[in-house]
């Protein structure tokens, strides 16, 4: 999976919306100033273990950046005794404070540096950005996301993109067990009956029982018909579960694509195996989860909001 | 469109669900795949379809659909239609085939 992709996967789920620059960038910054030698900018670096040094007014406004390579030029050329003034670069690339996270990566995309300053709207220093920082910015917002829309209690450590909460219990269960595509869809069709029971809207049980069905028959198509179905119903939410063991998808971008399948002509013949059953998934679902490989079990989770009605 | 009118237009005979004919379908989707019947139908829609598996039954349980009308002519199993009664499925069957069934039904104002 490219870096686009993976930043598109990402924004599908969400859990960039409330990123901005400022909730990623680190703060503990270690600027110098214009008059300080290159040599100072160059034990920082060792010291801090930094690839850039953000160059400051006495109002801690930004002026420059003083890189790697400059200190390597100015080591060529014996000016480490110099103004760091003399040798920064004064076009410095950098981010306003408010700026959105999907700028922020299209910045490193761009430019290829390993860091960037990040300014407030009077120009004044206030954090810097580097790749580790993105990174944690994106395993943070998986916690904030399952934490604050989800009320899970997921701590740190014990993080998951598939819910918890099928460790313990379900409110649903039903084994999938078909031989041929003869009793496919009637677990999704008890899931259905059950979400009724529990006084769920007419729309997204039917978007849930859809989910649940395509998951279903691809189980009973690709994974011979032997898995299971639970589901999770409570506070607005349907967390649905499909399992089994395999043989696997082996190239789950491949299998997202509409139109594109494995099945054989005899699936076909029966309406299915259009290769519309994971895109239609994705339709239906708020959070979509695929966990699987070659010759690996398959877990896809499902998440249904009835809020997004 | 009343499903009564379905019958009539078609020529079709009811297999399943007679008391039901008195339901109303305001779409139809015409297909024989049923990934893409789940993709794009609206709950008030007719199913036409050429097939007459058991995942016909499940694919208009899980959206809500009312009734499928077969076409071509097909026997619908018992299995089947017994799946369709449990689940209150109303299943109509024409010797039409799809193209003419979905012509007739929508110059009657049967919309897609």
């Given at each position: 999976m490219s870096l686009e992709q993976s930043v598109e996967a990402l924004r599908y789920l969400g859990l960039f919306s409330n990123l901005d620059a400022s909730s990623v960038m680190s703060t503990a910054v270690h600027a110098l100033h214009p008059e300080n030698r290159v040599a100072a900018a160059r034990i920082l670096m060792r010291e801090?273990?930094?690839?850039?040094?953000?160059?400051?007014?006495?109002?801690?406004?930004?002026?420059?950046?003083?890189?790697?390579?400059?200190?390597?030029?100015?080591?060529?050329?014996?000016?480490?005794?110099?103004?760091?003034?003399?040798?920064?670069?004064?076009?410095?690339?950098?981010?306003?404070?408010?700026?959105?996270?999907e700028t922020i990566l299209s910045c490193f995309q761009r430019f290829k540096f390993g860091c960037f300053p990040v300014i407030e709207e009077d120009g004044k220093l206030v954090g810097m950005i580097t790749d580790t920082d993105v990174l944690s910015a994106i395993i943070r917002s998986f916690y904030s996301v399952y934490v604050h829309d989800r009320q899970r209690t997921i701590t740190l450590g014990s993080f998951s993109a598939l819910s918890k909460e099928f460790e313990n219990s379900a409110d649903f269960v039903h084994d999938i067990s078909c031989t041929g595509l003869e009793n496919a869809g009637e677990g999704s069709a008890r899931l259905k009956a059950f979400l009724q029971s529990k006084g769920f809207g007419e729309s997204v049980v039917r978007r849930a029982s859809v989910?649940?069905?395509?998951?279903?028959?691809?189980?009973?198509?690709?994974?011979?018909?032997?898995?299971s179905l639970r589901a999770i119903a409570r506070n607005g939410e349907i967390i649905v579960r499909v399992e089994d063991e395999g043989p696997g998808i082996e190239n789950i971008d491949l299998a997202m694509k509409e139109g594109w399948s494995t099945a054989t002509d005899a699936i076909r013949e029966l309406g299915f195996g259009a290769g519309m059953g994971l895109a239609n998934i994705r339709r239906f679902s708020d959070h979509l989860v695929i966990i699987s490989g070659k010759d690996k079990p398959t877990k896809v989770e499902m998440i249904i909001l009835e809020s997004k009605e | 469109m009343k499903l009564t009118e379905v019958l009539e237009i078609t020529g079709a005979t009811c297999v399943v669900g007679e008391q039901l004919a008195n339901i109303e379908v305001n779409h139809a989707f015409a297909s024989d795949l049923m990934s893409d019947v789940l993709a794009m139908s609206r709950?008030?829609?007719?199913?036409?379809?050429?097939?007459?598996?058991?995942?016909?039954?499940r694919t208009v349980q899980m959206l809500d659909l009312p009734a499928i009308l077969v076409v071509r002519g097909k026997d619908v199993p018992q299995d089947v239609a017994d799946l369709a009664r449990t689940t209150g499925i109303v299943?109509?069957?024409?010797?039409?085939?799809?193209?003419?069934?979905?012509?007739?039904?929508?110059?009657?104002?049967?919309?897609?």
């Amino acid at each position: 999976m490219s870096l686009e992709q993976s930043v598109e996967a990402l924004r599908y789920l969400g859990l960039f919306s409330n990123l901005d620059a400022s909730s990623v960038m680190s703060t503990a910054v270690h600027a110098l100033h214009p008059e300080n030698r290159v040599a100072a900018a160059r034990i920082l670096m060792r010291e801090k273990s930094i690839s850039g040094v953000p160059i400051v007014d006495a109002d801690f406004r930004l002026v420059g950046l003083i890189s790697v390579s400059k200190i390597i030029e100015a080591l060529a050329d014996g000016r480490l005794a110099d103004s760091v003034d003399s040798v920064m670069t004064r076009e410095v690339i950098s981010v306003h404070a408010h700026d959105t996270f999907e700028t922020i990566l299209s910045c490193f995309q761009r430019f290829k540096f390993g860091c960037f300053p990040v300014i407030e709207e009077d120009g004044k220093l206030v954090g810097m950005i580097t790749d580790t920082d993105v990174l944690s910015a994106i395993i943070r917002s998986f916690y904030s996301v399952y934490v604050h829309d989800r009320q899970r209690t997921i701590t740190l450590g014990s993080f998951s993109a598939l819910s918890k909460e099928f460790e313990n219990s379900a409110d649903f269960v039903h084994d999938i067990s078909c031989t041929g595509l003869e009793n496919a869809g009637e677990g999704s069709a008890r899931l259905k009956a059950f979400l009724q029971s529990k006084g769920f809207g007419e729309s997204v049980v039917r978007r849930a029982s859809v989910c649940a069905y395509e998951a279903e028959m691809n189980v009973c198509i690709h994974a011979g018909g032997q898995g299971s179905l639970r589901a999770i119903a409570r506070n607005g939410e349907i967390i649905v579960r499909v399992e089994d063991e395999g043989p696997g998808i082996e190239n789950i971008d491949l299998a997202m694509k509409e139109g594109w399948s494995t099945a054989t002509d005899a699936i076909r013949e029966l309406g299915f195996g259009a290769g519309m059953g994971l895109a239609n998934i994705r339709r239906f679902s708020d959070h979509l989860v695929i966990i699987s490989g070659k010759d690996k079990p398959t877990k896809v989770e499902m998440i249904i909001l009835e809020s997004k009605e | 469109m009343k499903l009564t009118e379905v019958l009539e237009i078609t020529g079709a005979t009811c297999v399943v669900g007679e008391q039901l004919a008195n339901i109303e379908v305001n779409h139809a989707f015409a297909s024989d795949l049923m990934s893409d019947v789940l993709a794009m139908s609206r709950p008030d829609t007719l199913l036409i379809t050429g097939l007459t598996t058991r995942q016909i039954i499940r694919t208009v349980q899980m959206l809500d659909l009312p009734a499928i009308l077969v076409v071509r002519g097909k026997d619908v199993p018992q299995d089947v239609a017994d799946l369709a009664r449990t689940t209150g499925i109303v299943i109509l069957a024409t010797h039409d085939i799809m193209y003419v069934a979905s012509g007739k039904l929508y110059a009657r104002g049967l919309s897609g």
